[in-house]
């Protein structure tokens, strides 16, 4: 059961969650661990599972996203280390690959990671309360593969939701510490 306490700490587990927009993107050349810092500073404090070096080496391996220069990672990398990390859990990699190859047809990488930024809280801030509705028609461009992506961002929001629901529930569930711990 959703307890008005358990809403409110959901709702403010995202008060202040926003993605790095494009422009704001370390673009200075990362090493890898670095870039894990990075991306897990942002994602896991709203319960995005820890992305690894090891995945991440995963990824240049099968050509998921371009190879570093010289050990070191550039903002368009990070980008899409940043959506994958997102996305990992309402799609397989070979979607994810397949949108990246529509988005590469369709849009600048700036543009298509601004909208995701953008839609991705627009649609927590629904999904966790904030707002009674997600605003509709973001960006300028109406497509079918614009449509596919608010598809999977819903998804995401939604998945991300049940995540930090029951997590609360299990927060909530441990036994406090005291006269039956000593019984365990």
Known sequence: MITPDIRQRLKASI?????????????????LEQVTQYINGILVPVGCAEITTSMISNYVKKGVIPPPQKKQYRADQIIYLIFIA????VLHLE???????MRRELYTLQMA???FCNELENMLAYVFGHKDHPEENLGVTQT???ALLRNVI????HSMYISAYFSEIKHKSKPESGAFASHT
Request: proline fraction near 5%; hydrophobic fraction near 30%.
């Open 15 to 31: 008060t202040d969650f926003r993605l790095p927009r494009y422009h704001e993107i370390p673009d200075v050349g990362l090493y």
């Open 86 to 89: 997102i996305t990992k859990n």
């Open 95 to 101: 979607s994810i690959v397949r949108m990246f190859d």
């Open 113 to 115: 990671y601004d909208y």
């Open 144 to 146: 079918e593969e614009k």
């Open 154 to 157: 819903i998804s995401v929001s």
